[in-house]
């Protein structure tokens, strides 16, 4: 599919821009998905298709809400960022403490 047959096919769910701005977000392939009511594995042909990458951005959104908290941390202290993120994952609190000399 090229950029102007999805453009034309989702225009009513954002289109290309959409897309664009979930992949820039490194939204899940499974919000992708929802969006545009489609499987993960279509959204996965869609950024080999589209942007000549696979999209498994795991990695990048682990490091992003590393970042996010750490900063929280630095601003807020850990008592309110815990209060700030309910339900934050522990794994993401240690490694932002950790990395908070870095």
Not at 17 to 24: C, D, G, V, Y
Not at 49 to 64: G, I, N, P, S, V
Request: glycine share 4%; with cysteine.
């Amino acid at each position: 599919m090229t950029i102007e047959e999805f453009d034309k096919r989702y225009k009513r769910k954002g289109g290309i821009k959409q897309l664009s701005l979930m992949r820039e977000r490194l939204d899940s392939l499974d919000k992708i998905s929802k969006r545009f009511g489609v499987c993960k594995e279509r959204v996965r042909q869609w950024m080999v298709e589209m942007f000549d990458e696979t999209y498994d951005k795991r990695r990048e959104r682990r490091l992003r809400k590393v970042e996010i908290v750490k900063d929280s941390i630095k601003k807020h202290g850990i008592e309110k960022t815990k209060a700030l993120f309910p339900g934050l994952n522990r794994r993401y609190l240690k490694e932002a403490i950790k990395n908070l000399n870095k």
